[in-house]
């Protein structure tokens, strides 16, 4: 299940993950997304996964294909999930110029959010 969460900076996108997560869900949050970042602003994003059952593979394809085709659309992601191998990908994500990303601890929402806002 994908929800939107509503944070205090327009800047800011938002949302909860949890479930299994399908292409379809993926794909409706990157049609959102598009239509967000055809706007000149540089976006920020914030990603909270609470009891996830992982991702399917078409899912996957879905939010790399999304992630590869706005590398410059947003300058910080937080990322909050009880899982150290979000934790590898947030280091990776680091090398793109320009991109910020950090993963937290799901005791670290509040902290999450406001690095992210900030």
Same mark, same amino acid.
């Given at each position: 299940?994908?929800?939107? #969460?509503? =944070? ?12 299994? =997560?399908?292409?379809?869900? #993926? ?5 959102? =997304? ?25 899912? #996957?394809?879905?939010? =790399? ?30 090398? #793109? ?22």
């Amino acid at each position: 299940m994908v929800e939107p #969460i509503d =944070l205090p900076n327009d800047r800011v996108v938002a949302y909860r993950f949890s479930g299994q =997560l399908t292409a379809d869900e #993926i794909k409706s949050v990157a049609d959102l =997304l598009d239509k967000k970042t055809d706007h000149p602003e540089i976006l920020r994003f914030y990603a909270e996964y609470t009891q996830t059952d992982g991702i399917t593979p078409k899912a #996957i394809w879905e939010d =790399l294909k999304f992630d590869l085709s706005h590398l410059t659309d947003f300058d910080k992601v937080a990322f909050v999930m009880d899982s150290d191998v979000l934790g590898l990908s947030a280091q990776l994500a680091n090398l #793109i110029p320009g991109l910020n990303v950090k993963y937290f601890k799901p005791d670290e929402k509040e902290q999450a959010r406001q690095w992210v806002m900030n």
